[in-house]
């Protein structure tokens, strides 16, 4: 069975400073991959970013960052220059890509942080 | 493309009623989940399916919830009856296969209140 860990259930940053939202995951499957979500106050889901377990380099997209540590088993994401608009619940996520796996298509959620961006 | 699509988006209810959930996901997409949001159990994964067929219903509560996927463009949630602990906001999300990388694509949620 997979497991995600959001230890922060809450996050405060300075607008223009970086934060790191940190995220780890137990698995017995060697192949998998690593997502991370956005939902605003509003309410709908919105992907970030993925990083698969074979990736050798981090995965960015513009002010995304996923700080990948296999042997740690962490998959922390860092925001750069936070804006407003980023205030936020942050999800991690993870999917098995194993067919055999009981994991296997479905994405294991964690319990969310909480961003909230001061001006 | 008009993503995945979700009826209704708010829906109120009274203890014993039956309600039903819709959702169209994206076309082209073999892959259909369906999430519970709640403040005490978070994001729940209740049942997926793969080429209209049901995968996973594990997360399903109870017997009260069924989902069917009777074509490639259409789904339901049903709970029958409802209760007060099922108030929460369920989601609709959808995905291709193919890229391992692929995400899921999720629907604007219907937010039901069981009173």
């Known amino acids: 069975a997979q497991k995600i860990t959001q230890t922060q259930p809450g996050m405060f940053v300075q607008e223009k400073e970086a934060v790191t939202l940190d995220c780890t995951y137990d698995?017995?499957?060697?192949?998998?991959?690593l997502f991370w979500y956005k939902q605003p106050s509003s309410g709908e889901m919105i992907f970030l970013i993925y990083?698969?377990?074979?990736?050798?380099q981090n995965a960015t997209e513009g002010r995304y960052s996923l700080n990948f540590q296999k042997a740690r088993k962490s998959a922390n994401l860092v925001i750069s220059a936070s804006q407003l608009g980023d205030s936020a619940m942050y999800f991690c996520?993870?999917?098995?890509?194993?067919?055999?796996?009981?994991?296997?298509?479905?994405?294991?959620f964690g319990q969310g942080t909480i961003l909230t961006v001061h001006p | 493309d008009a993503g995945v699509i979700q009826s209704p988006r708010h829906e109120v209810t009274e203890m014993g009623q039956e309600v039903t959930l819709r959702c169209k996901p994206i076309s082209g997409h073999d892959y259909l989940f369906w999430y519970r949001q709640t403040m005490m159990r978070g994001l729940e994964l209740l049942i997926y399916?793969?080429?209209?067929?049901?995968?996973?219903d594990s997360g399903m509560p109870e017997d009260r919830f069924s989902a069917k996927m009777p074509n490639a463009s259409f789904s339901t949630l049903k709970i029958q009856p409802s209760e007060p602990r099922d108030s929460a906001v369920y989601f609709c999300?959808?995905?291709?296969?193919?890229?391992?990388?692929?995400?899921?694509?999720f629907g604007p949620g219907t937010r039901l209140l069981v009173l």
């Open positions: 698995t017995s499957d060697q192949s998998y991959g």
């Open positions: 990083q698969g377990s074979y990736d050798e």
């Open positions: 996520a993870m999917r098995a890509y194993y067919a055999g796996g009981t994991s296997y298509g479905k994405l294991t």
């Open positions: 999300a959808s995905r291709p296969s193919g890229r391992a990388s692929e995400t899921q694509y």
């Open positions: 399916f793969n080429n209209n067929v049901p995968i996973d």
